[in-house]
């Protein structure tokens, strides 16, 4: 939800606020933007997989009737739930980019506060990097990355010459240059339409075997709550490393690696 049209601080996407309410209808309409440029392209079929939060933003009632939902948080594979081999192409609309990039709206990766920097196989990712080693374990290729202009830039760093759609130019972190939400409609309409065309052109992302995910916490206490876990190896007083051969196997060990760190503390997204 950090990379919707307009949204530039926390209060636009923590549940319980005016803001946020406001904003859950910005990110409807972009997800429907997408969904029509989607089919516009040749698509029959749309998944939804709400991904922000407690994952209960998307208004279903507002929702293209032709998308099914995913909503609610508990999810094995977490923001790429519903994704397998039967599907054609992912689509990442509202992201942003990884923790400590400058100038890009509440840059962060996963539990922000909790969670400095991850790795995957010595790479350093954000969501984008974690979510599409999800997607390309089951060969479905991201097409469209939609958010700030930094988002779109890494998106395109990591998968290439996908269509990438820039509906903010980030200033600092809670500060950006907004495009109109009537331009920047059309422009995800059309970003779509144009990676559903183009679908045979982009690879999926596959991580080599085995797996290594390196994690980076804000404190000690969190690291040390993380080793916990006997699968999960010292590699710094901050920093834990854990392998898998199996791409999946090693993301639910890395989901269950920072939901057992969280406890230390209550953690925050952002």
């Not at 130019?169 to 809670?174: L, V």
Request: one cysteine or more.
């Amino acid at each position: 939800m950090e990379g919707v049209s307009g949204v530039v601080a926390h209060d636009d996407t923590k549940p319980g606020t005016a803001a946020y309410e406001r904003f859950r209808k910005v990110m409807t309409d972009e997800v429907n933007a997408a969904i029509e440029g989607a089919f516009e392209g040749g698509f029959d079929k749309a998944v939804v997989n709400d991904s922000h939060n407690g994952m209960r933003n998307v208004l279903i009632e507002d929702l293209d009737p032709r998308a099914e939902l995913i909503s609610g948080s508990t999810k094995p594979l977490c923001m790429m739930e519903g994704v397998d081999k039967t599907f054609d192409l992912a689509m990442y609309v509202g992201y942003h980019a990884m923790a400590g990039t400058a100038a890009s709206i509440m840059d962060h990766t996963f539990y922000g506060r909790m969670t400095h920097n991850i790795w995957i196989n010595g790479k350093r990712v954000g969501e984008a990097g974690i979510n599409s080693g999800i997607a390309g374990y089951y060969g479905v290729p991201v097409g469209l990355i939609t958010g700030d202009d930094k988002a779109v830039k890494q998106g395109r760093e990591l998968h290439g010459d996908i269509e990438g759609v820039v509906v903010k130019y980030g200033i600092d972190k809670y500060v950006a240059r907004c495009l109109p939400l009537s331009t920047t409609r059309l422009m995800i309409r059309e970003g779509a339409k144009k990676a559903a065309e183009r679908r045979k052109d982009f690879k999926p992302l596959k991580y080599s075997s085995p797996v290594t995910f390196k994690v980076e916490f804000a404190t000690a206490s969190e690291a040390a709550r993380a080793r916990l876990i006997p699968l999960v190896k010292d590699a710094g007083p901050r920093v834990v490393t854990l392998t898998q051969n199996d791409y999946i196997d090693a993301f639910h060990l890395y989901l269950g690696v920072i939901s057992l760190a969280g406890t230390v503390q209550d953690p925050a997204f952002g």
